[in-house]
């Protein structure tokens, strides 16, 4: 069973910055692909971002690349989410998420594919 915690959301003015953060229990954590979702009000979630077990490939939707950057540091079972120049169109609920059964593997596999949720940290950007 892995438990994961999400920080760092906040109200920022659109062209800000913020840096989330997913803290995970269990020893497992770093088999796991770590996801990033989010989902803005009245829309469905929606995949933002993928890193594999070792950090070595990421993934990003096409509506965040060059924007958005995830990484990990396993020693510290916590998976990051670098959020640049962000827009009143990125405001919603990001949530991470642990794919336990293809860590390896860079291509999303979508919310069905998660086996593990956080509850969501809330980011609202101003305009």
């Known amino acids: 069973q892995v438990q994961l915690v999400e920080s760092g959301g906040g109200l920022v003015q659109a062209g800000g910055s913020l840096r989330l953060s997913c803290s995970a229990s269990?020893?497992?954590?770093?088999?796991?692909?770590m996801d990033w979702f989010r989902q803005a009000p009245g829309k469905e979630r929606e995949f933002v971002a993928r890193?594999?077990?070792?950090?070595?490939?990421?993934n990003y939707a096409d509506s965040v690349k060059g924007q958005f950057t995830i990484s990990r540091d396993n020693a510290k079972n916590t998976v990051y989410h670098q959020m640049n120049s962000l827009k009143p169109e990125d405001t919603a609920v990001y949530y991470c998420?642990?794919?336990?059964?293809?860590?390896?593997?860079?291509?999303?596999?979508?919310?069905?594919?998660?086996?593990?949720w956080g509850k969501g940290t809330l980011v609202t950007v101003s305009s």
């Open positions: 890193i594999t077990w070792s950090g070595a490939r990421t």
């Open positions: 998420a642990a794919d336990s059964a293809y860590g390896g593997v860079v291509v999303a596999t979508g919310p069905d594919g998660m086996d593990y």
């Open positions: 269990g020893r497992t954590f770093s088999n796991y692909a």
